[in-house]
C-alpha cells in the first residue's frame, strides 16, 4: 500500500511507550505498528475494508503442512513447526516462540532451514530462507520468510504443486 498521508497527533508517554514495546516486540517500526492497530480497529469495529493490493510476485496459497525448522549452522535439534502458506517464493510458518532466537538473529543476518512434504507427494522438500518478518500470535511466532537458496527438482516440485492448487495443469 502506497504511503501519503502524514498523520500527527498528540497522546500519552504511557501510551506511546507501549505501542514502542509492540513494534519491537513485532520487528516492526513505529509507524507501521501505528498502522496496523489502527487498520484492526477499522476492520473490527467499523465497515472499512483497505483495498490491500498485493504486493507478492507469487500469491500464497493457505495450507496446513507439518515442517520442520533448524537454524542454519546449528548444532541444535530441528523445531517442529507448520507452513500456515506458501508461494514460489516463499512461505509463512508457525513455530513455538520460544523458537525466536534460533529462527531469527536480526535483519539481513538470518537464515533457516525448512523441510516438509508437500501433499499427495512422497519425496520432501529442503528450502533455505531469510525470515522478513516475525510476528507473535497466540504464544507462538509466525515467521514470513522468502527462499533463498534450494535444489532446482524442489522448486518444481513446489511449482507443479502450486500450479494445480490454483486449477493449472
Known amino acids: 500500500m502506497k504511503k501519503e498521508v502524514?498523520?500527527?497527533?498528540?497522546?500519552?508517554?504511557?501510551?506511546?511507550?507501549?505501542?514502542?514495546?509492540?513494534?519491537r516486540d513485532d520487528h516492526r517500526s513505529l509507524s507501521s505498528a501505528i498502522e496496523l492497530?489502527?487498520?484492526?480497529?477499522?476492520?473490527?469495529?467499523h465497515e472499512?475494508?483497505?483495498?490491500?493490493k498485493e504486493r507478492r510476485r507469487f500469491v500464497r496459497k493457505q495450507v496446513s503442512i507439518p515442517a520442520h525448522v533448524k537454524s542454519i549452522g546449528s548444532q541444535k535439534k530441528k523445531l517442529n513447526a507448520v507452513i500456515l502458506d506458501i508461494?514460489?517464493?516463499?512461505?509463512?510458518?508457525?513455530l513455538p516462540k520460544e523458537a525466536m532466537p534460533e529462527i531469527y538473529e536480526g535483519a539481513g543476518t538470518s537464515a533457516f532451514e525448512t523441510s516438509f512434504v508437500l501433499p499427495q507427494e512422497e519425496k520432501g522438500i529442503r528450502m533455505v530462507c531469510?525470515?522478513?518478518?516475525?510476528?507473535?500470535?497466540?504464544?507462538?511466532i509466525h515467521v514470513g520468510a522468502s527462499f533463498i537458496d534450494s535444489e532446482f527438482a524442489n522448486y518444481q516440485q513446489l511449482q507443479r504443486y502450486?500450479?494445480?492448487?490454483?486449477?493449472?495443469?
Do not use: D
Not at 492497530?37 to 469495529?45: C, K, P, Q
Not at 525470515?131 to 500470535?137: D, F, G, K, L
Not at 502450486?162 to 495443469?169: D, F, N, S, V
Open 6 to 23: 502524514t498523520i500527527c497527533f498528540r497522546t500519552s508517554e504511557e501510551l506511546r511507550s507501549a505501542v514502542e514495546k509492540a513494534a
Open 37 to 45: 492497530i489502527l487498520t484492526n480497529y477499522l476492520e473490527t469495529n
Open 48 to 52: 472499512f475494508s483497505h483495498q490491500n
Open 87 to 94: 508461494s514460489l517464493s516463499g512461505l509463512r510458518v508457525s
Open 130 to 140: 531469510r525470515p522478513e518478518r516475525v510476528v507473535p500470535v497466540n504464544g507462538n
Open 162 to 169: 502450486l500450479g494445480t492448487a490454483y486449477g493449472r495443469p
